[in-house]
């Protein structure tokens, strides 16, 4: 029972799961399902913020007074689109995965929102950055409460950050490749 009042903390904009995994360790739990379903209750609740925040902006677009607002966010971003097309998942998993106070699930989706990123990618972007907060403060936590070797989870942790980073690399790559592929066919 308690895992799953943690898993509805982590979903609390400002706790989210940078309170809710400390106050886990605090509470004796077990750090791996600690982990887990904080990541969960975290990562969940992106895709509702996401979706309701984009029918806000859309609503919003029609009143007067937002509507100069919104239309001048949306002369900047058409302006950089696709610089931010480029570094938008990387960049929301830096956001997300540096613990930080506001820089949560809640902010990123709303950004996610505001940029106009496909919600798959948004959604992939908070979940790793998610996973990878997740792993600092459960590392930072279980180092205070237990002593534990704080070096060796943050090996672990700079291994899922590199390896998201060459993740993304070869499928940038990849798509790369393929878009040049797609040009000769059609020259």
């Known amino acids: 029972m308690e895992y799953i009042k943690l898993m509805f903390l982590s979903m609390v904009p400002i706790i989210e799961l940078r ?4 106050l886990g360790i605090a509470m004796n739990l077990n750090p ?16 509702p913020v996401v979706l309701v925040f984009r029918q806000l902006i859309e609503y919003l677009r029609h009143r007067k007074y937002f509507n100069i607002i919104i239309r ?3 002369k900047k971003i058409e302006g950089r689109a696709k ?9 929301i998993i830096l956001f997300v995965g540096i613990p930080l106070p506001t820089t949560g699930s809640w902010s990123a989706s709303a950004l996610a929102s505001i940029f106009k990123m496909r919600i798959k990618d948004a959604l992939i972007g908070v979940f790793i950055g998610n996973a ?3 792993i600092i403060m459960l590392a930072i936590s279980m180092h205070l409460a237990e002593g ?6 943050l090996i672990i942790g700079l291994g899922i950050i590199i390896g998201v980073i060459l993740y993304y690399k070869s499928k940038k790559n990849r798509l790369n490749k393929e878009s040049q592929l797609e040009e000769k066919y059609i020259n």
Not at 19 to 22: N, V
Not at 33 to 47: D, E, F, H, K, N
Not at 148 to 153: A, K, Q
């Open 148 to 153: 534990i070797s704080f070096g060796s989870l």
């Open 83 to 91: 610089k931010l097309k480029a570094v938008s998942i990387i960049g």
């Open 32 to 47: 791996i399902y600690i982990y887990i379903t904080c990541l969960i209750g975290s990562s969940i609740i992106a895709v």
């Open 19 to 22: 309170g809710a995994i400390p």
């Open 132 to 134: 990878i907060a997740g």
């Open 72 to 74: 001048w966010i949306d």
